[in-house]
């Protein structure tokens, strides 16, 4: 028996082994890569289900419309090749060309008038006091009903005659009653007024999440200095808003592009098509006329004029940081 006290020597490494250090664990490398195999998985599989149901029901009918852009699809029949022959078809009409000016009409006024009155309910509702989340609540109400839903409520205020609700209003103001829908100078207008109504409550609530952010002590600095509201709005909060616009102006702009529901249940493109935009379009061409092959190309004419409106807007704002720092 070893004498108290007396420390052993270390025993020698095997001769071709080379000594465990200190602390380490057999089997550590293999539990390290499967903790970083399961970080990484993990939020994979919590996507799994979303990414599942985006591949059916938006990748691979994405696809397939590009496929039968270049065909001449007939049902039982069999396609038949046509090549771009549904593109040239689709940028030279005259009915898709007015569809398109209608469309960007709609997405510019639809998106300046929301962005605007979406920022002037924000500048209103901004503050801590206690009655104001049901003032927001009330205001953001719009932004949450359905299309369907509104779409008739607007088409009993747009009552063409005297006796209609926007016209009393009108006839208040010594205007006289207004076609509205039924009009073909004031249909499109009409349909921007409901996007732009429906769209700025959704506006409203991404500026107050903004306005949240702002250093109060700028607006101190600035009434300390002498600047009134009307600067201190200028020169403080839109600046410190500027990335808050970026996104809304895309988001809308998009919006504006791909605008149908409104357009479909208030007017279906009428009068006389002065409201036909590129989805109602798409629609009758493909569900109506039957022609899907040319239907196809319209949208992938759409999808690629709104990758190319994202793109351009992630280029500006990537141009824009890097200028400030």
């Known amino acids: 028996m070893a004498a108290t006290g007396v420390d052993r020597a270390p025993r020698p490494a095997p001769a071709g082994r080379s000594p465990r250090p200190a ?42 419309a590009v496929a039968m852009s270049f065909h001449e699809v007939r049902p039982y029949l069999g396609d038949r090749w046509v090549g771009a022959e549904n593109y040239r078809q689709v940028l030279t009409d005259d009915a898709f060309l007015t569809a398109v000016w209608h469309t960007v009409l709609l997405a510019v006024g639809q998106t300046g008038g929301s962005v605007l009155v979406g920022l002037a309910l924000a500048l209103l509702l901004e503050g801590q006091a206690r009655h104001l989340w049901f003032v927001r609540t009330a205001v953001f109400l719009p ?20 006796d209609g609700a926007v016209n009393t209003l009108l006839g208040w103001l010594g205007s006289g009653p207004s076609q509205f829908l039924n009009s073909e100078d004031s249909a499109l207008g009409s349909v921007m007024a409901v996007g732009i109504w429906r769209g700025a409550p959704y506006d409203m609530m991404i500026f107050l999440a903004a ?28 600046p410190a808003l500027r990335p808050a616009f970026a996104i809304l102006v895309t988001l809308a702009a998009i919006r504006g592009l791909r605008v149908f529901t409104e357009i479909f249940l208030l007017t279906n493109g009428g009068p006389d098509g002065s409201t036909d935009v590129v989805m109602t379009l798409i629609y009758r061409l493909g569900l109506e006329r039957n022609e899907l092959g ?31 720092q």
């Open 23 to 64: 602390g380490a664990l057999p089997g550590r490398p293999a539990r390290r890569w499967y903790r970083r195999a399961s970080l990484t998985l993990v939020p994979w599989l919590f996507l799994a289900p979303a990414l599942l149901l985006f591949a059916l029901f938006k990748f691979l009918p994405a696809g397939r």
């Open 143 to 162: 932004a949450v009903a359905a299309m369907a839903v509104v779409a008739e409520v607007w088409r009993i205020l747009y009552y063409p005659a005297a």
């Open 211 to 238: 306005l949240a952010g702002v250093d109060r002590t700028l607006y101190e600095a600035a009434a300390v200095d002498g600047a009134g509201v009307r600067r201190r709005v200028w020169h403080v909060t839109l």
């Open 294 to 324: 040319v239907a196809a190309a319209g949208s992938v004419v759409l999808l690629g004029a709104t990758v190319v409106l994202t793109l351009a807007v992630r280029a500006r704002r990537g141009g824009n940081g890097r200028e400030s």
